[in-house]
């Protein structure tokens, strides 16, 4: 199917009408040099979550995480082997939905009115075999530099509520208070609280908030304005739930599909921002790399900040 020329504010075709890799087409070796001189204290920090089944957030159709045992030490696997009686190897399986606990979001993760980013038809995508277009591995790894946005710690709260709308206001504010320049092709990560308030309450064995804080429609043109090249936040969907506006995955249908811009959910960002605001600096170093699983609509990931 051929592709149809874009109406939206979007980023169809900006990279050309094959591209599949979306606004981190933004990020050059120029940009991660940059980013490299904002490393101030040496200090790494990883941002994904534990992978377990218990204590974390977990959607129910994605079921927890299974760590299974393929081989153990007294399995006598090695017996044949000189020497083999003396010796033992453990080895795992790994059961895990692609978009569980700390992910990110390809490109052909969601679709809207037939189609992936850039116009790709989305019908090319296969239950057997996954995404034709825009997989994670189109994605690939990543280094940049990522701003911080503690929208809950500009409001002086540990979290915010849940429901709460970010809007662009609250971006820009954060931008004035934090006294931090946004560059084009940077990440964006913004702490809402809302992992803070999901482990107080799984810590006193209730269940987590369903419904979250998150970006709504109207911070999208904070993302395409600035130019960014992925948004993470410490949330599920990094849009609010309920969906603004109303719209089933609205934003996501923004900056997946109409601006080509990867997403990194359920980051753990609260060490990241009490270790920057002790740094004295709201920029730093971010690596980010999925596992190129071939037509995978998404990845577990554990980035590292380094501040």
Request: aromatic share 6%; proline share 4%.
């Amino acid at each position: 199917m051929e592709q149809q020329s874009d109406t939206r504010i979007g980023n169809w075709g900006r990279w050309g009408a094959e591209d599949e890799r979306g606004a981190l087409n933004l990020i050059d070796a120029k940009s991660v040099a940059a980013a490299a001189q904002e490393v101030r204290t040496g200090q790494a920090y990883a941002l994904g979550l534990p992978i377990q089944r218990e204590g974390v957030p977990i959607f129910p159709h994605r079921g927890a995480p299974q760590r299974l045992t393929l081989s153990s030490q007294t399995d006598n696997m090695f017996d044949d082997y000189p020497g083999g009686t003396e010796v033992g190897a453990n080895e795992d399986v790994f059961v895990i939905a692609s978009h569980s606990i700390t992910h990110m979001d390809a490109l052909c993760h969601v679709q809207h009115q037939g189609r992936f980013y850039n116009g790709h038809d989305a019908g090319t995508f296969r239950s057997h075999s996954g995404a034709e277009r825009c997989g994670i591995e189109k994605t690939g790894a990543f280094a940049a530099r990522a701003v911080l946005l503690d929208v809950a710690r500009n409001k002086g709260v540990d979290f915010l509520e849940p429901g709460y709308t970010i809007t662009r206001a609250d971006l820009d504010a954060c931008v004035e208070a934090q006294g931090v320049e946004v560059r084009t092709g940077d990440a964006l990560l913004v702490r809402t609280g809302h992992l803070d308030n999901f482990r107080a309450e799984a810590a006193a064995g209730r269940d987590g908030p369903y419904m979250q804080a998150g970006l709504g429609l109207d911070a999208v043109s904070f993302v395409r304005d600035h130019d960014i090249a992925a948004v993470g936040a410490d949330n599920g969907a990094i849009e609010v739930i309920p969906f603004d506006d109303e719209r089933f995955l609205s934003v996501h249908v923004a900056l997946l599909v109409e601006l080509g811009v990867p997403l990194m959910e359920h980051l753990w960002l609260t060490d990241l921002a009490r270790g920057m605001a002790d740094a004295g600096t709201w920029a730093c170093l971010l690596t980010v790399t999925p596992l190129p699983v071939t037509g995978a609509t998404g990845s577990p990931i554990n980035p590292v900040a380094i501040v």
